[in-house]
């Protein structure tokens, strides 16, 4: 099985060689599966697979009776307006106001989601969830009213110590201190480690909360420019850390939000020597790096940190219930200060819920229950790059992400995202400008799509609808 | 699972013959899960296993980031008497650090926890809120496993806006915002209306989480001294106010931690409106409010704050359940300010406890808890003072409160509080002293003694205890 997937990619890389050698651009008709199968030495059937992951990852898109294209496109026909009862978004772009009002259409005024990254019901593992609940519920003698410990709750941390086994990497309960979801970890860190006016280097584009986080701090944000192939460039960060003092780093190496670029080993390793020779600690938001589209997750920077240099925070949010709000850090070096601040910000975290997910934890089932999330991710995330494909102008981009349930869309430079956004809202549908993912305006033509809900016929309509839109705006 | 187990034990014994093999002694370095796990053949996760039992049974402790050691108190030749299980207080008192490890004695150690302010089971309504949470668990189709919104749930606001009308006020579900806990919501406002540097004015002796707080955020403390019988001076409060330039107050106008004194309605009445005139904001922090040792709760300054310029903090913890972190806020004129605080602090609170307060009051039984409630604490704060004047020296002072938990009890002016409390921990019982009450060392020779334990022979032969130590400091 194993050996039949990396069979697979030595094959795809083979036909990205191909293309990248004949100069193909998007639009432009790729070699035939007969063609490649015949030049390459592989059977048909082994080209055709080839094929459909390099579909799945929306670098080549097929036509039915002509071929596979480079991720290019077709048009789309009428749809109607619809009511106005959701909440104008505000006219200047305020990160904050946006979020918590993109928050309020997708939960309270049923716009269809493609706005706030919250996985549905259907990707959560309810049942067993409240089963968990129930149990923790049923210990009537137990403390799960009481205060909890500020560090967490002895049964989730453990069972948190033990997931680090995925990484090859060994950390003991004792260096984790389970926070209220991963933005909470993220902010205690920097409040650790930064002052008022300090600098902090951020991936560019980044995770909009960190943007508002870096604001309220009174934080300045240095914004490194990354690949969405490879993630971070290392050579640019050096020269921006040669040349500015940069208080901290907040990167997610293993899958980025909003690209979901995820960073080569090798390239983790170099950060993690290269911050820790600079003294600049590594603030980690690895909240997706368990969703990468592969058969098991892909290593944090964390699980390269011989020298207690990284401040790795994660969460439930996005793989068991946004709803509960349990997430955590492991602050290396940091962790007397980063626990004394959690102790003051709010004493500790909800006690009964950590551990009902330690119980959930216990019972195995969550690796599982990953493997199936990350494939029927992937499954999500192709069925919408198709839709994307198949209604948008053939001028807009779309990034194939590693991981997650985020498309980065590409539109033309005339586009602007946040007037796109007020289109879609009108038609309700919630989409996420790009500019909230920076402090510049580097990103005012792209938008995020998150493939949350479930792909069916509305959502096709919905995709249908917003590439209407891109026409009208063209 | 009984394989399993008896796996583990194997394993067990096989490390414990490593040891034994290396001649290992108290505070000796184990040697790695990884190296055991190399040595004796098994995963990882079977020795981390079988290490967190050793752990469990005391033979071993873990240290952060630094591994495994034989643990001191355990020397296999014979038991010694006090077995010293309890964790040290530290020297220099740093508030935070007392205030953690007073958590972790009272919650780990099963130490006579008469230090941490924590409701014991018998004085929450553990079946009805367990009866609540399952309710909102069986919603399958419900949000409750989804982000809640920043301002909290729906269910839950409309009660806590509903509580109000008990203060003769009427408060909209629109004024709140729900928060991990009354320390989060005071962490706000004071972030609303502050900067560091600031001056905030504070009750003396006003609640140590308070304290660290204020320190934390680099504000500066104006303790402003309080009568036992009525509260805030406002004359002082007034000159204080003249002579400095305070950006914020923090008083507990309803009841004082650790006093639990109440200021007259009149009084509250002439702070609102003085504070209103000057233009600085009330940061109420009414967390005990409502255990008043009366039939009905006490009005907080909220009640007649006519101005929006009271900040009101109040939680769940002290009378249902502290485990839960469920805390609300009623800003007033800050409210846009806090919201987007709060959720670039933590996005929202969680929701499904959230739904299942908000249940449990739409039972209507809340107020019959609390009448109970009160009743029963005033019962247990007579018998803990009738134990205190039985069996302390005649020269030590205990205050009277008007509701709450606590007894705040004045020692001879050369018996310090720090000292008594770490001789009482050595007979396994905990209390606060005075010091982290104040930034000054005005309370050194206080005490507060929490009523929360019920009350029996056993809580006597404690309060005995105590007063034997004082006999002996005297």
Redesign the interface.
Same mark, same amino acid.
């Given at each position: 099985m194993a050996n039949k997937a990396f069979r697979y990619e030595q094959v795809v890389a083979k036909i990205e060689d191909t293309i990248v050698s004949l100069n193909l651009k998007a639009g432009d008709k790729v070699p035939s599966v007969r063609k490649v199968s015949n030049d390459l030495n592989f059977s048909l059937t082994t080209i055709f697979t080839a094929y459909s992951i390099l579909e799945a990852r929306g670098l080549i898109i097929s036509r039915p009776r002509s071929g596979y294209y480079i991720n290019a496109a077709t048009k789309s026909s009428g749809n109607a307006t619809s009511p106005d009862k959701y909440i104008p978004l505000p006219v200047d772009v305020e990160i *904050?106001?946006m !979020? @918590?009002t993109m928050?309020?259409n997708a %939960?309270?005024h049923g716009v269809i989601n493609f706005s706030?990254l !919250?996985p #549905? +019901?259907e990707f &959560?593992p309810?049942?067993r969830?409240?089963k968990a #609940?129930?149990a923790s519920?049923k210990e009537?003698?137990s403390?799960?009213?009481?205060?909890? &410990? #500020?560090e967490g709750h002895p049964r989730l941390l453990?069972q948190i !110590?033990?997931s680090s086994?995925d990484w090859n990497k060994?950390i /003991?309960? +004792?260096?984790i201190l389970v926070? $209220? =979801?991963a933005?909470?970890a993220i $902010?205690l860190c920097l409040e650790a480690v930064t002052q008022?006016g300090d600098i902090v280097a951020i991936e560019s584009p980044s995770y909009q =909360?960190l943007m508002? /986080?870096l604001e *309220?701090k009174g934080l300045k944000a240095l914004e490194i420019s990354i690949d969405p192939l490879t993630g971070l460039d290392l050579e640019k960060l050096e020269a921006a850390l040669t040349e500015n003092n940069v208080a901290a780093c907040v990167f997610s190496p293993a899958l980025n939000n909003p690209i979901g670029c995820s960073m080569p080993e090798k390239n983790k390793i170099r950060l993690v020597k290269m911050l820790n020779e600079k003294n600049i600690p590594l603030i980690e938001d690895d909240t997706l790096g368990e969703l990468a589209f592969l058969n098991s997750r892909l290593r944090p920077a964390k699980a390269y940190d011989d020298f207690?240099n990284v401040m790795y925070c994660s969460s439930f /949010?996005k793989s068991l219930?946004? =709803?509960?709000?349990?997430g955590w850090v492991i602050p =290396?070096?940091y962790?007397a200060k980063v626990?004394? %601040?959690k102790?003051? !910000? +709010? @004493? *500790? @975290? +909800?006690?009964? %819920?950590q551990d009902a997910i330690g119980r959930y934890l216990e019972s195995g089932h969550f690796d599982t229950h990953l493997k199936g999330l990350r494939k029927t991710l992937q499954k999500q995330v192709s069925k919408y790059i198709s839709a994307v494909n198949g209604y948008f102008p053939t001028n807009v981009k779309a990034t194939l992400p590693a991981g997650g349930y985020s498309l980065w869309v590409e539109l033309p430079k005339n586009i602007d995202g946040v007037d796109f956004q007020r289109r879609a809202l009108k038609k309700g549908i919630g989409i996420c400008p790009g500019h909230i993912f920076s402090t510049s305006s580097s990103f005012h033509n792209f938008i995020r799509i998150n493939c949350c809900p479930l792909f069916n016929n509305k959502i096709d309509n919905a995709i249908k609808s917003l590439g209407q839109i891109l026409f009208e705006l063209q």
């Open positions: *904050s106001t !979020a @918590t928050m309020k %939960l309270e706030i !919250a #549905v +019901n &959560l309810i049942t969830l409240n #609940v129930q519920l009537l003698n403390n799960n009213f009481q205060y909890p &410990l #500020v453990k !110590a033990r086994f060994i /003991s309960q +004792n260096e926070t $209220n =979801g933005m909470e $902010n008022k =909360g508002q /986080s *309220s207690d /949010s219930a946004p =709803g509960f709000r349990i =290396g070096k962790y626990a004394k %601040l102790f003051e !910000a +709010n @004493t *500790s @975290t +909800n006690g009964l %819920l």
